[in-house]
């Protein structure tokens, strides 16, 4: 298949590698964002060839493991609600609020229903007009353009049933609150290639001086990482910080336009609270004051929504990058994907997911790189 076999070849990835060893003097730690190239890395065992002095720092670039409890648990209320039809991505049906989730509201009566696209949400409010329809929107700035359009089009309609439960976050922030932290160890980003394509470059180079820390926009097969991987230690090597698109069959400097309009059409930036990190400024979109009817926040009058993560559970740990899944005492024992404790472990991307179908036995990688890539 065109740009999918192409950049899993076992032999050019070989060659990758001995580049990386050939050039890395010292030890270094590398961040890849998003959660997609974190299930990549974990399943072909990338991490374990790399050189020693290479470490690689999961980060929390999963948007589902990064939408707050508090919105969670609001989430809950309102789909309880016997008018409301509440609609969602499969993977956040068992991502546990306080004391329950999304398939135990089902399973009480809840009409709560998995969606392929939020579109998909929008002709459900039009097919049950005395009903009202809410879409759980989630993500990063890959998701965001589509949402924006729903609502987009829920004004154009006048469809007044119609609303979206926003929790949308922004990736650059979170890089500059992963440097502003004090035991923040990483010296180099692996960029969330997906989300580039959207909104394009233009914000990294200003964090890449700031921090001094090289930014390269990576994809998410084997070879794209290892070449992400390689470009930002030649960068630490030689002392320079800037940022490189090593993913240019899919990534211009200025985005997508389109949705980039869309964006600012319909979402505000906001402070956004992430599960296990905190409110990082600037962080997130909620809709602008003119859609602000279509917020479901608003619609609804959630108040009163009180929180308690478990406290065995150190997910936020892993999110910042300062755990490996493996390394918490619940993992694989009294948190999996049938009874997780944390969204960590049930989202797609999520980094405790990915060790658990992985390297949950004996720590090491059940599909090596070169097996897999031959599948």
Known sequence: MKYIEEFQDPMLAERLLEDIHATVTRPWALMEVCGGQTHSIIRHGIDQLLPEELELIHGPGCPVCVTPLELIDKALEIASRPEVIFCSFGDMLRVPGTGRDLFQ??????????VYSPLDALALARQNPDREVVFFGIGFETTAPPNAMAVH???KLGLRNFS?????VR????IEAIMRAPDSRVRAFLAAGHVCSVMGTEEYPALAERFEVPIVVTGFEPLDILEGVRRAVRQLEAGRHTVENAYPRAVVAQGNPAARAMLDEVFTTCDRGWRGIGVIPDSGWRLAPRYREYDAEHRFSVEG??????????SGEVLQGLLKPHECEAFGTTCTPRTPLGATMVSSE???AAYYLYRRLGGKTTAPLEASTRD
């Not at 509201?105 to 998995?114: A, E, F, I, L, N």
């Open 105 to 114: 509201v089902r399973s009480q009566g809840g009409d709560v229903r998995v």
């Open 153 to 155: 089009q829920a004004a």
């Open 164 to 168: 979206l439960l926003v929790s949308h």
């Open 305 to 314: 929504v009180t929180t308690k993560e478990p406290a065995a559970c150190r």
């Open 350 to 352: 999520g980094a405790c």
């Open 171 to 174: 990736v650059p922030p979170a």
